[in-house]
């Protein structure tokens, strides 16, 4: 079984500072990890992705994500927050293993405020 | 190149009553998957179709179910609605591979009274 965790509910911030988006992960194989991004009364919009390789991973809007094997952790980060991110982000991971399928399974998603 | 649209935006319905959903993917995709997002569950996956084929399903009941045509596009049915069916559902496509992304469209709200 796979599943995500986004430990907090909540992430404020001043604009110009950086930010931060926490999340772990379980997988029974080798997982791909994902990050989305939901703007009020709006689909998700797909932020950036780890496969393999670099575990530094550079997306939209300059936004990056760092993959840690060993905390099963892929956190969420920008060096310097606009209001504009203001929105609710989700983790997302998919398990390696072929069985397991095309289904993503999100974490409960963190709401971002960012404050000028 | 356009997005993922879904039809109908916002939907109201009553229980008892079932609804049908459509999803048109990106040109090219294959595999269309859909979710439910509500306050109290989040996100969760109901069922994925690729090439015409349920590839994988969610832990939803029978009421649920889909099905997706040869040009890709997908539809998801609702029987039997209950208070508890309302939510936003969210239509996604992907190229189908594993490692591709999914894209999601705008989204569906249904409201069940």
């Known amino acids: 079984a796979q599943s995500v965790a986004q430990p907090e509910d909540q992430v404020n911030v001043a604009e110009g500072n950086p930010l931060t988006v926490k999340c772990t992960y379980s997988v029974s194989g080798n997982p791909y990890l994902f990050w989305y991004v939901q703007y009020p009364n709006r689909g998700l919009q797909f932020l950036l992705k780890?496969?393999?390789?670099?575990?530094l991973v550079k997306g939209s809007y300059g936004f990056e994500a760092e993959f840690n094997k060993s905390q099963t952790s892929f956190h969420l980060k920008k060096p310097s927050a606009l209001v504009s991110d203001s929105a609710l982000y989700f983790c997302?991971?998919?398990?390696?293993?072929?069985?397991?399928?095309?289904?993503?399974?999100f974490g409960g998603g963190t709401r971002v405020l960012v404050k000028p | 190149k356009a997005g993922v649209t879904q039809t109908p935006r916002y939907l109201i319905k009553t229980r008892g009553q079932q609804v049908t959903l459509s999803c048109s993917p990106i040109?090219?995709?294959?595999?269309v998957s859909w979710y439910q997002q509500t306050p109290g569950q989040g996100l969760q996956f109901l069922f994925e179709y690729f090439s015409e084929t349920q590839r994988n399903k969610g832990n939803f009941p029978g009421r649920f179910s889909g099905r997706q045509f040869s040009n890709s596009r997908s539809e998801m049915n609702v029987s039997t609605l209950e208070l508890g069916d309302s939510a936003l559902y969210l239509c996604?496509?992907?190229?189908?591979?594993?490692?591709?992304?999914?894209?999601f469209g705008p989204g569906t709200r249904l409201t069940v009274l």
């Open positions: 997302a991971v998919r398990d390696m293993i072929k069985a397991a399928g095309n289904k993503l399974t």
């Open positions: 996604a496509s992907s190229l189908g591979e594993l490692y591709n992304e999914q894209f």
């Open positions: 040109s090219g995709h294959r595999s």
């Open positions: 780890y496969i393999t390789g670099d575990n």
